[in-house]
C-alpha cells in the first residue's frame, strides 16, 4: 500500500510546489512599500534624490533650532505660553540627559539623511543610464549630502560634553576631527560631479561648505583657499526646502506655529541701536504669563526654505581669514554684506566685529555654537554640554558605545 501512494504523494507534492512558486512569483506589486530592486533604474533616480533632500530639510531645520537652543541664541521658558518640554529647558541650560527624545528625533533623521546619501551613491553603479547628466546630478547630490550629515555629526553631536563626533551603521565612535575629514572626502567627490553648465554654481556651493568646514576645525588658513572659490555676490542661497507636509521647525517651535524657543535680548538690543538691523533680524515679541515681554524669531513662515549657505556667509569667512591671516580687504568684504541688508558701513573691523556681524548676520542658521566654542566665548558652566548628546537609543543598539 506505501508504495503504490508514493508516487502519487510525490506527484501531490510537486504540484503543490509548483503552485506556490507561481503564486509568489506572479504576486502583485506592494503598494506601500517599494522592494529595493525596483529602485535600481533611471526612472527611479528622481524619487532617490527627493527622499535624500526631504531627509536633509528635516535634518537642517531640526538641527539648526536646537543648536541655537543649546548655545546662547534662544532660551526656553515655561513662562512663554504653549512652552511645555522639559527635553527643550535640558538643552538650554547644557544639562542633557541621555533619554532626551528633542535630540534623539534629530539624530535619527540624521541617521536617514546619511544612509539615503550613501545608498543612493551606490545604486548609481547598478543602473543603466540612457542620459548621463541623470546620473551626474544624482552623484552630486548623493555625495553633497553624505558630507553634510559627517559635518553635522562633527559639529553639533557629541559624545561627551566636549567631545564632537558621531557613529555610522553602529560603528566605534568617530571624533570631529575624523569625522570632518570624511566630510571633506564626500565634499571633494560632489565637486568632481559638480555641473559644468550651471555657470558653476554647484561648485561654489560646495566650495563655500568646505570653507565653512575649516572654519569650524579652526584651519584658518584652508579657509581663504575655499572661500575664494565660493558663492559670489549675487548667487543665490542654497537651501532647505519646506511644505505643508514638512513644515520648518522653525515656525513648529520656535516661531508663530508654536513658541517655545525665543530669542536672547540682545537681538532686540542691535535693531533698538540700528532699527535697519530689522532687514536681516526679524523678530516680533509676544507676553508671557507672568507678563514679560519676549521676542521670537519672525524670519520663516510655516514652508520658508531655509538657507544652509549664502554669498554673505562666504564673504563674512573670507574677510575673518583675511583679518586672521593678514591682507586683502576685511572691512570692504563686511561692507559688502551690511550694504545687501541696507545698513551702513562700519569704519573699522577686527575680530570682535567678526564675531557681532556672524551673530546678526546668520541668525536663525544655528551657527552660533560653533562660533561660541571657537571663539572662547561658551556661556555657560563648566561640564555643561557643548554638543548635542547621543541618546541612548544609539547606544543601546551598539555595543561599541
Known sequence: ??????????????LLLVSCNDFVTN???????????????QSQVKFLENGVLARFADTQDNMDVLADGLSDAL??????????????????EGNIRIDNNSVGGVLTNLGEMRFFADDMVARMDKITFTD????????????????????????????????????????????????????MEKFQLALQNASTTDGGYEARVVNSLMARLEL???????VASFASAGLQQGDPDYSGLHSIEARNYWWVQAGAGRTQWVLDPRFVQYINDDPKEANRIQITSLTGTSGTTYYR????????????????????????????????????????????HGLDPLTSADLNTIITERDKELFTTGARLPDERRFGIWHLGAGSWQYLRITEEEINANPNL
Open 1 to 14: 500500500m506505501k508504495k503504490t501512494f508514493l508516487p502519487l504523494l510525490a506527484f501531490m507534492a510537486l
Open 27 to 41: 504576486i502583485a506589486p506592494l503598494i506601500s512599500q517599494v522592494e529595493s530592486d525596483r529602485l535600481n533604474q
Open 75 to 92: 532660551f526656553f521658558t515655561f513662562d512663554v505660553p504653549n512652552a511645555t518640554f522639559i527635553t527643550f529647558q535640558e538643552i538650554d
Open 132 to 183: 548621463q547628466e541623470i546620473k551626474r546630478e544624482a552623484l552630486y547630490i548623493g555625495y553633497l549630502m553624505g558630507g553634510l550629515a559627517r559635518y553635522y555629526y562633527a559639529t553639533y553631536v557629541g559624545l561627551n560634553p566636549t567631545e564632537g563626533g558621531g557613529v555610522i551603521d553602529a560603528g566605534a565612535f568617530i571624533p570631529s576631527s575624523d569625522m570632518y575629514n570624511l566630510a
Open 216 to 222: 569650524y576645525r579652526e584651519n584658518y588658513g584652508q
Open 297 to 340: 524669531q519672525d524670519r520663516y513662515g510655516d514652508t520658508d526654505p531655509l538657507p544652509l549657505i549664502t554669498w554673505q556667509e562666504n564673504e563674512l569667512m573670507l574677510a575673518e581669514a583675511e583679518i586672521r591671516n593678514g591682507g586683502g580687504d576685511p572691512l570692504g568684504r563686511i561692507n559688502m554684506v551690511r550694504a545687501s
